[in-house]
C-alpha cells in the first residue's frame, strides 16, 4: 500500500469535463465540441460498453410532427410537465428540439431505423404515452460501439476506467474533481470550468429479483447512485428521490428491458388464476403508466392470484410478434435469444412467465432551465430518462455550459490539502487488514432495503431502515480492498449506501400512496398536499427537506 500511496498524482485541465460516458454522456461530449470547447470524458468502464446502453437498446424516443394531433411539441410538454416532474415546459421543449439532432447523429453512425412498408417510421406507444413517440431501433446491440467511435473522432480526450470520488467547489462554484485509475491506481485531479454529470439517474443492486443476483438487473448494475452523491456531497441539491424510484416486470429469472415493447404490441398479463387483470388498476390497463403495472402485479399477488405471471401475446399480430421476439428484444439485451432458446420461449405460441423486478432508485439533481445545478458551473446531463432522454440531456446540459463559459472563465486554483485528505480516503480500504469485503456489506444493505423499502413501506419500517443503514456506515472504514478493482466496489458499496440513505429520508416525507410505485400502508390514499417536488440538501454535513 505505501507504494500505492506515492503514485504520482496525474493532473488534468479542461473546459468542460463530462463524468459518464454512457448515452447522456456521448450527447454532452458532441453538445461540446460543437462550441469548439476542450472536452475530457471519464468513466469507470470503457465508453465502447459504459452505461446502459452499453447492453443495447430498441427504441429511440422522438416527436416528429407528422402522425396526428400528439405528435407534436405542445402534446409532449403537456404530457411530461406537472407539479411531480421537476420539468419546466422550457426544459421539456429543449429535449423535444434536440431530438431530430440526435437522430441524425444517430442515422449519420448507421444506427438503422426501422421503417414501415410505405417508407415512414415504425413508431410503438410507450407507458401511458398519448403518442406513438417511439421509433424502433434494427442494430440497437451496435449502438454505443458506434457512438463510441464519433466521440473518439470529434477529439474528446477520454479517460477509460477513472472512478470519479468526488467534486471539488470554491465559494460554491465546481473546480474539478478527483479519482482514481480501476486498473493500475493511478489518482486523477482534474480542473474544469465547467463539469457535466452523466452518471446515471439509477442505483442498482439495492435489492434482487428471484435470481438473488444482484447484478442481474433491469438496467446498469454498476449504477449505484454516483450521480447523487457526489452532488448532493458538493452542496447541490436534489429532488424526486421519493418518488422517482423504479421498478419493471422482467422475463422470469433473466434482468433485461422489453416490457415496452410487448406491452406495446398488445400483450395481455395474466394472473395464476388466468385472469387478465391490469383493467382493474388502469383504464389504460397493460399500457397504463409503468407504475401501475407494477402495483396491479404486486396487488395480485399479495392476494394469492400469483406468481406466475404470465404476458400472453398469442392473439397479438403475428409479424409484429416475431419482429419483437427476434429483433426488439436482442437489441435491448443481446443474450435474450439464449434466453429464450433454453426456457423454450416462443411468444407466438406461448405465454411468457414474467416477475417484478429489482426495485432500483433514482430521482434528479435540482436544475434550472439552463440545465445547470445549484452549484455554479455543475451541469446536469441526466434530466430526462430513456435513451432519447439521456443523450439529448447530455447534449443540452453540454451547450448551456458550453456557451456560458466563455473565454474569459478562469480554472480556479485547487487546495493541496483536500487533495491529499481525498486521496488518503480513497485508498484507505488497501491499508484494512481482516476487514469487511465489499460483497458483505453491500449484503448487508440489500436485506435492509428489501425488507423495509420493498413495493409497501411505512414510518415505522422506514425509520428503522435508517438505524441499521446508520448502524452499517459505522463499518464503512472497516471496508478492506486487496486490489483496484475491489477497492472500486469498495467506493461504489459507500455510494449505495449513501444512496440508499438519502432515500429513505425522502419517502419518509412523502405522506400518501399513488404517485409512486410503491404503496404506504400507514398513509394508503392519494393526497393533493402531496402534489409537489422534494428537495433534499445538505448543510453543515446534515441533511435538510423541502417541498418546493
Request: net charge neutral.
Amino acid at each position: 500500500m505505501n507504494e500505492d500511496m506515492k503514485k504520482t498524482v496525474n493532473t488534468i485541465e479542461t473546459d468542460i469535463l463530462i463524468l459518464g460516458s454512457g448515452a447522456a454522456g456521448c450527447g454532452a461530449a458532441i453538445g461540446a465540441r460543437e462550441h469548439g470547447a476542450t472536452v475530457t470524458m471519464l468513466d469507470k468502464g470503457k465508453i465502447e460498453s459504459s452505461g446502459c446502453l452499453g447492453g443495447g437498446n430498441d427504441h429511440f424516443m422522438a416527436v416528429l410532427n407528422i402522425d396526428g394531433p400528439n405528435d407534436t411539441k405542445e402534446a409532449f410538454v403537456d404530457f411530461y410537465k406537472g407539479p411531480t416532474s421537476g420539468y419546466t415546459p422550457k426544459m421539456i421543449g429543449r429535449w423535444v428540439d434536440a431530438m431530430p439532432v440526435m437522430i441524425d447523429v444517430l442515422e449519420k453512425i448507421g444506427v438503422e431505423f426501422e421503417t414501415n412498408p410505405d417508407g415512414s417510421w415504425l413508431r410503438t406507444v410507450g407507458f401511458g404515452q398519448p403518442g406513438a413517440w417511439f421509433i424502433c431501433i434494427k442494430n440497437g446491440q451496435l449502438i454505443k460501439r458506434r457512438l463510441a467511435k464519433k466521440v473518439r473522432s470529434l477529439g474528446v480526450d477520454i479517460l477509460d476506467y477513472i472512478m470519479v470520488t468526488r467534486l471539488l467547489t470554491s465559494n460554491g462554484r465546481i473546480t474539478g474533481v478527483t479519482g482514481f485509475n480501476v486498473l493500475d491506481g493511478t489518482f486523477c485531479v482534474i480542473r474544469a470550468k465547467a463539469v457535466i454529470m452523466a452518471l446515471g439517474n439509477s442505483a442498482n443492486r439495492v435489492t434482487t429479483n428471484s435470481t438473488g443476483n444482484p447484478f442481474n438487473t433491469w438496467h446498469s448494475p454498476y449504477n449505484t447512485g454516483s450521480q447523487y452523491v457526489l452532488a448532493y456531497e458538493s452542496g447541490a441539491r436534489l429532488v424526486n428521490l421519493d418518488l422517482k424510484q423504479q421498478a419493471t416486470l422482467l422475463p422470469k429469472g433473466f434482468g433485461c428491458a422489453g416490457m415496452n415493447g410487448i406491452n406495446s404490441v398488445g400483450a395481455h398479463e395474466i394472473n395464476a388464476l388466468g385472469q387478465r387483470f391490469m383493467g382493474k388498476y388502469h383504464s389504460l390497463k397493460e399500457n397504463g403508466p409503468r407504475r401501475n403495472q407494477i402495483l396491479g402485479t404486486h396487488q395480485e399477488m399479495i392476494e394469492g392470484k400469483g406468481p406466475p405471471f404470465h404476458m400472453d401475446m398469442r392473439h397479438c399480430d403475428p409479424e409484429e410478434v416475431a419482429y419483437l421476439q427476434y429483433v426488439l428484444m436482442p437489441g435491448d439485451k443481446a443474450t435474450f435469444l439464449d434466453y429464450a432458446e433454453q426456457k423454450g420461449i416462443n411468444f407466438q405460441k406461448y405465454p411468457m412467465e414474467v416477475e417484478l423486478s429489482e426495485i432500483e432508485l433514482s430521482g434528479m439533481l435540482a436544475t434550472d432551465d439552463n440545465f445547470e445545478t445549484t452549484v455554479k458551473g455543475l451541469y446536469n446531463g441526466c434530466v430526462f430518462y430513456t435513451f432519447s432522454g439521456s443523450m439529448c440531456s447530455g447534449y443540452i446540459a453540454a451547450k448551456q455550459a458550453a456557451e456560458r463559459i466563455g473565454s474569459k472563465t478562469q480554472l480556479i486554483d485547487l487546495e493541496p490539502e483536500k487533495i491529499k485528505a481525498e486521496k488518503n480516503r480513497v485508498f484507505h480500504p488497501m491499508t484494512v487488514n481482516d476487514g469487511i469485503s465489499y460483497e458483505n456489506f453491500e449484503r448487508a444493505i440489500r436485506q435492509v432495503m428489501s425488507y423495509y423499502m420493498g413495493f409497501i413501506r411505512n414510518q415505522a419500517g422506514m425509520e428503522n431502515a435508517l438505524e441499521k443503514l446508520d448502524f452499517i456506515a459505522t463499518y464503512a472504514n472497516r471496508l478492506q480492498a486487496d486490489n483496484y478493482r475491489e477497492l472500486m466496489r469498495a467506493n461504489e458499496a459507500v455510494h449505495l449506501l449513501k444512496t440508499c440513505r438519502l432515500s429513505t429520508q425522502s419517502t419518509m416525507e412523502r405522506k400518501e400512496s399513488g404517485r409512486a410505485l410503491y404503496r404506504r400502508s400507514d398513509y394508503p390514499e392519494l393526497n393533493e398536499n402531496f402534489n409537489r417536488v422534494l428537495s433534499i440538501w445538505q448543510e453543515s454535513g446534515s441533511p435538510k427537506l423541502a417541498w418546493v
